[in-house]
């Protein structure tokens, strides 16, 4: 009875850490908010989640509420660590040469064009509809991760690599479309200010400081300043992560780097905490009037066919084209029909997809029909994704490790 008390408890254990772990919990807390807002509790959510909370100091155009908070400020410890991730490959990892980052940086374009294509194709004739355009341009490295990770031996390492630096690709072009479209007037003094303290960060690097208080305290006046300047404040993790330094000061190896050291200390914070809270606030969304057939009309539709379409006919289409024209290689013991299904999963676009709607519907009543086919295309995208690459005949698959 203790041994397997023991066993299970290191079951449990080896599940939290794993990313399996941190999906399922985003996932639950995701579904906690859909079904609190279809609930009799419905209108204390709204309230919980509107609770105010401005701080004068950061004037008018700081966060106001709780769900302020965490979409403008602690999602950019979300897409700092983001960056952190991608530097490292880049650094050190999967991504360390020209040829392997230009592979999925090609497909991450690749499946940005041709799912806002999608989407305006489909919207056409709808003018307020036409702002969603970035909606479906996004994949979810949250969920994705968990699915590949679940298929084992059906993908090949090479093609997990692929696909997680596509992914993080992704989020980060997300999150540039988020800064440059998403944004509001741009105020010139605060640009300044956000330009200077870029500037002191980039410094900062070049000189060899190394001391983390540095960068988060430029981090956090970076973020102040943008607030104001018209650039989406989540920004600021962008920055930040790309001029925190790679590098230890000293020959000593066991040293570690102030990179890695953020990013074990962030991660487990995103992971466990911000994206199910994210969740938890932005899926809450009422299902009073929603019906079957609102998924024909033309944002949850748009959104849908940008998904489940246009995302893997994208990333599949510039991989492929890169290869033929010999920009990149493509990964190794991966055959072309494995490439595909790791395309199709690329339309599990959740966490970018929802915040880009947010901003690109506020105050709108497109919004919810938006998260409708977010979640539609997303869903729609795993299981076929998942089907296409478990269910793949057994000569073309990598051979067991």
Same mark, same amino acid.
């Given at each position: 009875?203790?041994?397997?008390?023991?066993?299970?408890?290191?079951?449990?254990?080896?599940?939290?850490?794993?990313?399996?772990?941190?999906?399922?919990?985003?996932?639950?807390?995701?579904?906690?908010?859909?079904?609190?807002?279809?609930?009799?509790?419905?209108?204390?959510?709204?309230?919980?989640?509107?609770?105010?909370?401005?701080?004068?100091?950061?004037?008018?155009?700081?966060?106001?509420?709780?769900?302020?908070?965490?979409?403008?400020?602690?999602?950019?410890?979300?897409?700092?660590?983001?960056?952190?991730?991608?530097?490292?490959?880049?650094?050190?990892?999967?991504?360390?040469?020209?040829?392997?980052?230009?592979?999925?940086?090609?497909?991450?374009?690749?499946?940005?064009?041709?799912?806002?294509?999608?989407?305006? $194709?489909?919207?056409?004739?709808?003018?307020?509809?036409?702002?969603?355009?970035?909606?479906?341009?996004?994949?979810?490295?949250?969920?994705?991760?968990?699915?590949?990770?679940?298929?084992? =031996?059906?993908?090949?390492?090479?093609?997990?690599?692929?696909?997680?630096?596509?992914?993080?690709?992704?989020?980060?072009?997300?999150?540039?479309?988020?800064?440059?479209?998403?944004?509001?007037?741009?105020?010139?003094?605060?640009?300044?200010?956000?330009?200077?303290?870029?500037?002191?960060?980039?410094?900062?690097? =070049?000189?060899?400081?190394?001391?983390?208080?540095?960068? &988060?305290?430029?981090?956090?006046?970076?973020?102040?300043?943008?607030?104001?300047?018209?650039?989406?404040?989540?920004?600021?993790?962008?920055?930040?992560?790309?001029?925190? +330094?790679?590098?230890?000061?000293?020959?000593?190896?066991?040293?570690?780097? +102030?990179?890695?050291?953020?990013?074990?200390?962030?991660?487990?914070?995103?992971?466990?905490?911000?994206?199910?809270?994210?969740?938890?606030?932005?899926?809450?969304?009422?299902?009073?009037?929603?019906?079957?057939?609102?998924?024909?009309?033309?944002?949850?539709?748009?959104?849908?066919?940008?998904?489940?379409?246009?995302?893997?006919?994208?990333?599949?289409?510039?991989?492929?084209?890169?290869?033929? $024209?010999?920009?990149?290689?493509?990964?190794?013991?991966? +055959?072309? =029909?494995?490439?595909?299904?790791?395309?199709?999963?690329?339309?599990?676009?959740?966490?970018?997809?929802?915040?880009? &709607?947010?901003?690109?519907?506020?105050?709108?009543?497109?919004?919810?029909?938006?998260?409708?086919?977010?979640?539609?295309?997303?869903?729609?995208?795993?299981?076929?994704?998942?089907?296409?690459?478990?269910?793949?005949?057994?000569?073309?698959?990598?051979?067991?490790?």
């Amino acid at each position: 009875m203790t041994e397997a008390f023991f066993a299970f408890s290191a079951h449990i254990r080896r599940f939290l850490i794993s990313p399996a772990g941190g999906a399922s919990v985003l996932l639950l807390a995701s579904i906690a908010g859909l079904m609190l807002a279809n609930s009799p509790w419905a209108l204390g959510y709204t309230s919980l989640i509107t609770t105010p909370m401005k701080l004068f100091l950061l004037g008018s155009h700081g966060p106001e509420n709780i769900e302020a908070w965490v979409s403008d400020g602690l999602m950019t410890l979300f897409f700092l660590v983001v960056v952190l991730e991608i530097k490292k490959e880049i650094v050190s990892g999967h991504l360390s040469s020209l040829r392997q980052v230009a592979l999925p940086l090609v497909g991450a374009l690749g499946g940005m064009v041709v799912p806002a294509l999608t989407y305006l $194709l489909v919207v056409y004739g709808h003018p307020e509809a036409t702002r969603g355009w970035a909606i479906p341009v996004a994949t979810d490295a949250a969920f994705t991760l968990p699915i590949i990770l679940a298929l084992g =031996r059906h993908v090949s390492p090479g093609a997990r690599a692929w696909l997680m630096a596509l992914a993080i690709f992704d989020d980060v072009l997300g999150i540039v479309v988020i800064a440059l479209f998403y944004g509001s007037a741009l105020y010139w003094p605060a640009l300044v200010a956000a330009t200077l303290v870029t500037a002191s960060l980039i410094g900062a690097n =070049r000189t060899g400081i190394r001391t983390l208080w540095t960068y &988060a305290i430029g981090g956090v006046a970076l973020w102040i300043a943008l607030l104001d300047s018209g650039l989406h404040p989540t920004l600021a993790g962008v920055i930040t992560g790309l001029c925190l +330094p790679a590098t230890t000061s000293g020959k000593d190896v066991r040293q570690v780097t +102030p990179l890695d050291r953020t990013s074990s200390m962030l991660a487990p914070l995103v992971t466990w905490v911000i994206l199910p809270l994210f969740g938890f606030m932005n899926v809450g969304v009422s299902l009073v009037g929603i019906y079957p057939s609102m998924m024909l009309e033309a944002v949850p539709l748009g959104i849908i066919l940008g998904l489940i379409v246009g995302k893997p006919v994208g990333v599949f289409g510039a991989t492929l084209l890169s290869a033929r $024209l010999k920009i990149a290689t493509l990964p190794g013991e991966t +055959p072309m =029909r494995m490439l595909f299904g790791l395309s199709l999963l690329c339309g599990v676009g959740f966490t970018i997809s929802l915040f880009i &709607a947010n901003l690109a519907f506020a105050g709108s009543d497109l919004v919810t029909p938006a998260k409708m086919g977010i979640f539609v295309g997303s869903i729609l995208s795993a299981l076929i994704g998942w089907f296409w690459l478990r269910f793949l005949p057994q000569h073309n698959r990598p051979p067991s490790r």
